[in-house]
């Protein structure tokens, strides 16, 4: 099961886009999901800035395993989880 984010209608809304990444990572823990895809989209990359910034946080760090930028389309960034 993948989860995924698509950030491209709120993208000029601050607290919209925090209350959207907070509930995605709150429902990949809940359903023990494997993969959430967030999609800032390409545009001049200060969204995908900002949710960089957002999982790099502490709190929002211990939920998950590592991030993936992806090689192939910078407007995507993959979060890999391992529940126990």
Do not use: T, W
Request: cysteine-free; overall charge positive; hydrophobic content about 40%.
């Amino acid at each position: 099961m993948k989860l995924k984010l698509d950030l491209h209608d709120i993208y000029d809304k601050g607290i919209e886009i925090d209350r959207a990444l907070d509930d995605i990572m709150a429902e990949a823990v809940a359903k023990k999901a494997p993969l959430v895809e967030i999609i800032p989209g390409k545009g001049s990359g200060q969204l995908k800035k900002r949710v960089l910034r957002y999982l790099d946080r502490k709190d929002v760090k211990a939920l998950y395993h590592r991030v993936e930028k992806d090689s192939n389309n910078f407007g995507r960034v993959f979060v890999h989880f391992r529940h126990k």
